[in-house]
């Protein structure tokens, strides 16, 4: 057995699950903040073999599902123009907008719409297409912004200048205080997105235990990984203690990756972001940087945004606010299905309701 296999090692498993069942004392309702675990945990099978006092809440962790219906709108202003490639994720082609439109309805009405694997790639499409305007749609957390800011540096080192970016980037931890502050919401404890740790470091969430009394655990996505991570924040709850911790350590550096950071900081300014479901929450964006201007297709292209009502019927907003599993929609399963996306958290592989419909959960 290599080391990584005995992070799902079965008798593990069951020895920590165990623990789980007699240490916890009343119960534990937990919120995790990364679509990777949203579906680790799923996938693993863990969400029915936990006690039932074992609360399982999806937070705002997938990227997809919060890019606002606003911020889709401006996506496909930019696709309906002529002169304008489209350079995106696959993962945004089927997320809605007005109406239920999509990036995917605008490439077969003949938008030029590109699906990338890498932001290089679309630097690449810029220089293979002089002529156009390519902009490349900058969507995700820490995780992806330092990607998107080195693009930016490369086209500038290489004189581009019909590459650009429209940044809908945003901040775990301004969205997180967001959520925490809400006095609806019922969450004893967090586990902390792995990837997302590993560039902004697990102090990034101090105050969640300073200013919010909760227990935290920053931790990986194996199945042994998050039962660690729940009978920690089991004994830390029955204690009454509040700390970050960081069980990720073979990835999570406590200083996370200042190289990363530094690349961020320089071609990124924190801005105020719109997150679907939640909306205007200050702080939690990112912008690009005056220095880098240039390439900022919302400044170059006079981009704005518009306002759009809510998806008529969709409870993503509740769902990533931890106060409905997704099951609980109305038209979870029935109007709204992966082969026939609703909302955005049907769309995306990430997505609690996708991950609910998939391992075909009765929670
Ligand atoms: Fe929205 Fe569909 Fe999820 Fe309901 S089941 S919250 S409609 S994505």
Not at 119 to 124: G, L, Y
Not at 194 to 211: K, M, N
């Amino acid at each position: 057995m290599s080391v990584l296999d005995k992070f799902s090692d079965p008798k593990l498993c069951r020895s920590l699950l165990d623990r789980i069942h007699a240490e916890l004392d009343g119960e534990l309702r937990f919120m995790e903040v990364c679509g990777t675990h949203t579906v680790s945990i799923f996938r693993s099978g863990l969400h029915s073999l936990l006690p039932d006092r074992v609360i399982h809440l999806s937070g705002p962790g997938c990227p997809v599902c919060v890019t606002h219906e606003s911020e889709v709108a401006m996506y496909l202003d930019l696709a309906s123009r002529d002169d304008v490639i489209v350079a995106t994720f696959g993962d945004l082609m089927r997320v809605p907008g007005p109406g239920g439109r999509n990036l995917k309805a605008a490439q077969a009405d003949g938008a030029r719409v590109a699906v990338v694997y890498s932001p290089f790639d679309a630097v690449k499409l810029a220089q293979a297409n002089p002529d156009a305007k390519v902009v490349f749609l900058g969507i995700g957390f820490e995780t992806t912004a330092p990607t998107v800011a080195a693009t930016i540096q490369m086209a500038a080192k290489a004189g581009l200048d019909n590459f650009h970016v429209v940044s809908f980037h945003k901040l775990v931890p301004p969205a997180l205080r967001a959520l925490m502050a809400d006095p609806e919401l019922r969450v004893d404890a967090l586990i902390m997105p792995g990837h997302v740790t590993s560039i902004i470091g697990p102090r990034a969430y101090d105050f969640l235990a300073e200013e919010f009394h909760l227990p935290s655990v920053v931790t990986g996505f194996d199945p042994l990984d998050i039962l660690q991570s729940l009978l920690e924040l089991v004994r830390q709850k029955n204690a009454g203690r509040a700390e970050v911790v960081n069980m990720y350590t073979r990835a999570v550096p406590e200083e996370g990756n200042p190289k990363a950071m530094s690349i961020m900081n320089e071609i990124f300014v924190p801005a105020d972001a719109l997150w679907r479901g939640i909306g205007m929450i200050p702080g939690s964006g990112l912008e690009i940087a005056p220095a880098y201007e240039r390439f900022d297709a919302k400044k170059v292209l006079g981009l704005e945004l518009v306002d759009v009502p809510p998806i008529k019927g969709c409870r993503c907003g509740d769902v990533l606010r931890g106060k409905l599993t997704p099951n609980k929609c109305p038209l979870f399963g029935k109007a709204c299905t992966p082969a026939k996306p609703v909302g955005p958290c049907m769309v995306s592989t990430e997505g609690s309701c996708a991950a609910y419909f998939k391992y075909n959960t009765e929670l």
